[in-house]
T-cell receptor
Framework: NAGVTQTPKFQVLKTGQSMTLQCAQD?????MSWYRQDPGMGLRLIHY???????DQGEVPNGYNVSRSTTEDFPLRLLSAAPSQTSVYFC?????????????FGAGSRLTVL | AQSVTQLDSQVPVFEEAPVELRCNYS??????LFWYVQYPNQGLQLLLK??????LVKGINGFEAEFNKSQTSFHLRKPSVHISDTAEYFC???????????FGAGTRLFVKA
């Protein structure tokens, strides 16, 4: 049982480049989300999805794009990377239907934008 | 909308001493409350959660937290810490009817020998 798998673990980009962070879960979770973690700011919600075909913005959505074509996958796209997007990104998922459900996190993806 | 304030960014403590990590939240609706722990270079994992019922919640590794609705607080405690408890601890809130989980800024617990 792999849980939540994020790839790549590390990535270095130049300003203006685009890339996709991949997130896959094998637990049949309806809810998936992306956070970024920055020192002193905790985790901030970027985008989330409550099921295939349904996505919504979180606290800091600008500069990021998501889609949810399957239950298992929830990729995060950076369209034109900026140094301010240097961060550690976490994907998290949970069962839907209740706010009581606990998030399961991936191991994180460390992104550096030069 | 919900928000979370963790009142201490860093807490240094000696091994076997008690510790309290403070968390206050703000919300216009009923909420569920969580504490997650992040060990170095890892993702987050659940420590404990408050859903309803008893206001004192026990979690893994000897941690417990008390929900205080009047003070909108959910402080985390452990009576005797170990070196292995060194980690970053995050308080989080989620509306009972929603999905978005909002996290605090984190408290870095450093246990010294």
């Amino acid at each position: 049982n792999a849980g939540v798998t994020q790839t790549p673990k590390f990535q270095v980009l130049k300003t203006g480049q685009s890339m996709t962070l991949q997130c896959a879960q094998d637990m049949n979770h309806e809810y998936m989300s992306w956070y970024r973690q920055d020192p002193g700011m905790g985790l901030r919600l970027i985008h989330y999805s409550v099921g295939a075909g349904i996505t919504d913005q979180g606290e800091v959505p600008n500069g990021y794009n998501v889609s949810r074509s399957t239950t298992e996958d929830f990729p995060l796209r950076l369209l034109s990377a900026a140094p301010s997007q240097t961060s550690v990104y976490f994907c998290a998922s949970s069962y839907g239907g209740s706010g009581a459900n606990v998030l399961t996190f991936g191991a994180g993806s460390r992104l550096t934008v030069l | 909308a919900q928000s979370v304030t963790q009142l201490d960014s860093q807490v240094p403590v000696f091994e076997e001493a008690p510790v309290e990590l403070r968390c206050n939240y703000s919300s216009s609706v009923s909420v569920y409350l969580f504490w997650y722990v992040q060990y170095p270079n890892q993702g987050l994992q659940l420590l404990l959660k408050y859903l309803s019922g008893s206001t004192l919640v026990k979690g893994i590794n000897g941690f417990e937290a008390e929900f205080n609705k009047s003070q909108t607080s959910f402080h985390l405690r452990k009576p005797s810490v170990h070196i292995s408890d060194t980690a970053e601890y995050f308080c989080a809130v989620r509306g009972t009817g929603g999905f978005k989980t909002i996290f605090g800024a984190g408290t870095r617990l450093f246990v010294k020998a």
